[in-house]
Nanobody, 126 residues
Framework: QAQPVESGGGLVQVGGSLTLSCAPS????????VAWFRQATGKDREFVAA?????????YLSDSVKGRFAVRRDNAKDMIHLQMNDLKLEDSAIYYC??????????????????WGQGTKVDVSS
């Protein structure tokens, strides 16, 4: 497992796109699941997406972003990217990357991840 570092946040208009990236600051993400969570001001941290290192389906998305966001792995660079399209005002939040080895049923829980990045801010404006 490895300590994640996020990049790619910023300001974007409604309907725009942004890609967040997560890289291991030490070690490797190989064998780990890497998830994206977000936390808006005054709200709890919520699951957004995850890439699970396992056979079968690797990409998991929350219902609120399904159809707009995608998570993919760059094998060559050992990075996880969160592609965000058709952004909405409610997508504004600090986005955190986390790594761990949760079982499938716990993939969406913050407590399942041992390592967290410092977060990157996404602001969607009208």
């Amino acid at each position: 497992q490895a300590q994640p570092v996020e990049s790619g946040g910023g300001l974007v208009q409604v309907g725009g796109s942004l890609t967040l990236s997560c890289a291991p600051s030490d070690g490797s993400f190989r064998g780990s699941s890497v998830a994206w969570f977000r936390q808006a001001t005054g709200k709890d941290r919520e699951f957004v997406a995850a890439w699970r290192w396992s056979g079968g389906s690797n990409q998991y998305l929350s219902d609120s972003v399904k159809g707009r966001f995608a998570v993919r792995r760059d094998n060559a660079k050992d990075m996880i990217h969160l592609q965000m399209n058709d952004l909405k005002l409610e997508d504004s939040a600090i986005y955190y990357c986390a790594s761990g080895r949760p079982i499938l049923s716990s993939l969406r829980q913050t407590s399942s991840y041992s390592y967290w990045g410092q977060g990157t801010k996404v602001d969607v404006s009208s």
